[in-house]
């Protein structure tokens, strides 16, 4: 399939540049022609301001349906746990692929073309699996195609309660036993064209030490990413301590699993010997912020982990927010909270962090920027709404970040097919009723 877009204005990873024509042949960028002030004939126009597509580096489908749930009172993360596993105890595998179909499809609106699922909803409420082994994991691969985006299955190991704890009942269904039998079920599992598969390790305290190595092993035999929560709560690095002498990271660090393709999320509650560590090994730190706030997290210390040498990507991880500029925004604003100073990283950093360096993140090296021979995923943003009219379209990146939100995404392209349309989903047209109707299915579930 060949078709043309026409860019009013198109951020070229630097700088915006105004009349952009893209040649797209088989979902792939093959040329990228500037100074052309008006559309080909032929051509598709994307008015406004095009990025390259957003990429959601952590995202956990089923917490959609705690939004605006879990607000009343007060709390912490571990009471928002308890809650939170109510919620999966009630999924199976059509529920599921109902709610991340619609979860998804926000998603494109939002402007995202790709997401790593972190996947450990394995098995059936009491731990038993499947027919398909896979049944769960495959729903989220369905709910992608459905929505038209790209995701990358993060299967996750998830084996224990906490150090030297068994599995709770609510855990149950999330545990192989070992990971030589989570390693046996991932590999079941299988890239397609709009699927990457990945691994994770839910956290330290959720896969033994003497675990880790086996997924660590099996992510570096399929150069597949590598995801793990990484001291996202004080409770967990004491935790690790008492258990054995050292941090959450020097812990992965000793096993293995730190490297370029490995990704730590939130990567909150770190030493200053973690941080060196984590740059040094050039892991990646995804910064969930929206989360992080609303969870009472903590704010991560996101620039000192990239001056270290970490790469940053985004995610909206329990999705009380779905909005990848509002992520973006979110790191350098708490940031400026911390330090009382502004200006952490430019507006074209924050863009990168929420594309090329997401999308990477998740194995999708081929995504992120608008040049020949890169996938033809595209965002357009509004420039004529109440939040963005007024400022230069050569700022486009600071307006982008600084002042647009998920509300003005226009189009969403992803391997050169409009999945959104002038704000309005292609594949699933009622995005609302879609998430009310299975939200509702999945509430109805109780008891």
Known sequence: ???????????????????????????????????????????????????????????????????????????????????????????????????????????????????????????????????????????????????GIRITLLDTAYLSAGFGERPNQHQQRFSDGTAAAWAERASLLKDRDHVRIGAAIHSVRAVPADQLATVAQWAREREAPLHVHLSE???????????????????????????????????????????????ATSTGTCMCPTTERDLADGIGPASRLQRAGSPLSLGSDSHA?????EEARAMELNERLRSRTRGHWTAAALLRAASADGHAALGWHAAGTIEAGSLADLTTIALDSVRTAGPLPRLGAETAVFAASAADIRHTIVGGRHVVRDGAHALVPDVPAALAESIAAVRAAHG
């Open 1 to 147: 399939m060949q078709v043309t877009y026409w860019l009013e204005n198109a951020w070229l990873d630097t700088f915006v540049e105004p009349g952009v024509a893209l040649d797209v042949t088989d979902g792939r960028i093959t040329a990228v022609r500037k100074d052309v002030h008006a559309p080909p004939p032929g051509a598709t126009a994307l008015r406004g301001l095009t990025l390259p597509g957003l990429s959601n580096a952590h995202s956990h489908a089923f917490h959609r349906a705690l939004r605006s749930t879990v607000q009343v009172g007060s709390g912490t993360f571990w009471t928002w746990r308890e809650v939170m596993y109510g919620v999966a105890s009630r999924l199976n595998p059509d529920t599921y692929f109902a709610l991340a179909r619609a979860v998804y499809a926000e998603m494109a609106l939002a402007g995202i073309t790709s997401v790593g699922e972190f996947h450990y909803l394995h098995h059936t409420p009491g731990g038993t699996p499947y027919d398909d082994p896979n049944a769960m994991g495959e729903a989220l691969i369905a709910a992608a195609a459905d929505a």
């Open 233 to 279: 709560q004080n409770a967990e690095n004491d935790a690790c301590q008492a258990a054995h002498g050292c941090t959450p990271a020097r812990l992965l660090a000793d096993h293995g699993v730190l490297g370029p393709r490995t990704t730590g999320v939130h990567n909150t509650h770190l030493t200053d010997e973690d941080i060196a560590l984590i740059g």
């Open 321 to 325: 927010v779905i909005d990848l500029l």
